[in-house]
């Protein structure tokens, strides 16, 4: 005979001893995958910080310095973290056209320093402001804002005559001239000849409009400079005979009212 | 189902040697067979073997029954230990020699020398690993006569495979191995058994994922199989007269038969 509460409780004892190692193996895994996916979790929250964070900057051509804020930014390899934009159009989409898992879009935006610096320094170059969206789908979306070569403004004299007031400092000039030297980019060499001839250095502008001229000679500018900058140094012929060279075959309209002036004595 | 149904598959199950209730599956009932035909041929001695619980008594002393109608066959389910009493006994049944004092084997062999017999009388031995290896090297020679012809069933462990390989390899001429039922042969070995005892209703109880379990707790292993299933059928026997709710008519519940497994020791808590 056997007590039936006895075989029960047995019973019960066995089942629970059968159960346990499968209930300690469902609960290692269980604690196991919830600490894997909270540590995977926060590596990759901390990786969006990161990015998020991440200031980019950019340098084009001109060495303008872009500041970049991701406005919105979910990152999830972390390849993707590296989102400096090239502002050259080309490099930038040829960057971008290379195949990166970012689901989210990165959206560059111009920082305040960057307008700051825009509104300090007159550029001779179109700054462009690149904003890139959405890579997951790789599309990149730049818009191309050209910000006005000179930013100047404008005083009507009493006279009637146009007097330019440049806001660039010899800092900036100095600056234009580190990166044109490296560049060799007749836009900013032209841009130190404007500059040296707005500030009344003559011979330099008279210099970096010929350097322009010798790198680049279909710039009206650096046509109209170097010959301004012929009259302010007392050459005048030598200014008239450029000019006439140079609306020969350009038939340059400014070129023509420019001699006009000099011819007219209004540019001294 | 009234509750002495469970009562009477319990019984079913009992642990005796019966060959009212032997239920022979299709691989046995071959081997039995193929056995039986090898007693008529004049062979010296047959051997049958298998770990215990796989069937031996129950297919000797169906042999014993089945063959006594046309042979002179002597069944001994007890082994006699002593070796005066063993050629004592096999004097006065076989040759009706009721021998006073001590027989011992020559003795014997010149009793047999003297009587002519016109038949081959024989003997069956069940559990012959108990006999002394000098009784059973006593028994070699006897039927190396050819004038007794025996058949012994062993357990199959080393130390008998050791025997059966000394003793008895040059002599005998057939011998069959039982083995453990396999699942299916288990379903229907437990089903056969109660549809015999008229319990139709526990016998559909059985589905195969209770018969699995069982197979599991036993191994096919008859003996431990009929133990499991009479104290399964007790316990539901006792659930029935006094918490019926317990329990579903529909199939056997595992939990029953775990429980069943624990109190036989199939399961150690």
Known sequence: MFDINELERKWLTYKIKSYLPHAVIITSTIVISTILFTTINYQNSKNIVQDV???????????????????????????????????????ALDEKNEPKKVETKVVLTPSLSFIDKINKST??????IVEVEAPAVEIIKEKERVIANEETIIHEEPKGSINIKRQSTQND???VIKRFKKSNDPTLSLFIAKSYYNSGDYNLAYNYALTTNEIDSNLETSWIIFAKSLVKLDQKDKAVETLKEYIKHSHSANAKALLDEILSGEMR | MKSNIFKNSKNVFLDIVNTEDYIQIDRVSKMYHSFKDSVNKPLKMLLLYGKPGTGKSMFLTKLYHD????????????????????????????????????????????????????????VLLDEAQLYSNFLIEKIRLLSDTRKIKFVITLHKTEKEDLIAKEHFQTRIWDSIE????????????????????????????????????IYNLTHGNYRDTNKLLYILFDIYSHYHENNPTKINTISISNKIIEMAAIHTGLIHV
């Open chain 1, 173 to 175: 000039i100095e600056q």
């Open chain 1, 123 to 128: 550029l001779s170059e179109p700054i462009r």
């Open chain 1, 53 to 91: 964070n991440r200031t980019a900057v950019a340098k084009d051509e001109n060495n303008s310095i872009v500041k970049a804020e991701i406005i919105t930014a979910k990152i999830v390899d972390s390849n993707t973290q590296n989102n400096l934009l090239k502002n050259e159009p080309k490099k």
């Open chain 2, 178 to 213: 039982l083995k453990n039922a396999s699942a299916s042969e288990l379903k229907v070995y437990i089903q056969k058994k109660l549809m015999k005892a008229n319990c139709f209703d526990s016998a559909n109880m059985f589905q195969d994922s209770s018969v699995k379990l």
């Open chain 2, 67 to 122: 063959l006594l109608s046309s042979r002179i066959v002597y069944l001994y389910q007890t082994p006699i230990l002593d070796d005066s009493e063993f050629f004592k006994t096999l004097a006065k049944d076989i040759l009706d020699v009721k021998y006073e004092g001590d027989l011992n084997f020559t003795q014997f062999m010149k009793i047999l020398d003297n009587r002519l017999l016109d038949y081959v009388p024989i």
